[in-house]
């Protein structure tokens, strides 16, 4: 297969700083290095790698411009991540009175769990035992 795997998702957002919170205090993923792009954003890491690019409505790419954003800000269904420590996350998650859902797949040995960003874009994060 040509493809390796995914790369990072790009979230178009109108509050930049409550979309960096999210991601940060609550994801726990880390804010690092950004080129000089030449308009406001941030890049989140996991373990090292830039996953979430995160940009302001005057950051957008010409051809990713459109007059509004879709319902609830959202400009996709879902991310999905690996994680690593549920119980990390859910006391991080109840910490902030965040709503989650929680799912499990005994037969595959799954924990999901489910979580909307300050935009409305779900967020997935798969634990296996």
Do not use: K
């Not at 919170?21 to 690092?32: P, R, V």
Request: net charge negative; glycine share 14%; aromatic share 8%.
């Amino acid at each position: 297969m040509g493809l390796g795997g995914l790369d990072h998702v790009t979230v178009l957002s109108d509050d930049l700083e409550a979309t960096r919170a999210f991601y940060c205090n609550i994801l726990g993923l880390t804010e690092g290095g950004r080129p000089d792009l030449g308009f406001p954003g941030y890049w989140l890491y996991c373990e090292g790698h830039a996953v979430v690019h995160l940009v302001g409505r005057e950051g957008q790419l010409v051809e990713n411009r459109r007059g509004e954003y879709s319902a609830g800000g959202a400009a996709l269904d879902h991310v999905a991540f690996h994680g690593r420590d549920a119980s990390e996350v859910i006391s991080r998650l109840q910490a902030h009175n965040i709503a989650y859902r929680e799912n499990r797949i005994a037969e595959i040995g799954l924990q999901q769990l489910f979580v909307r960003d300050p935009n409305g874009i779900m967020i997935e994060m798969n634990f296996r035992s």
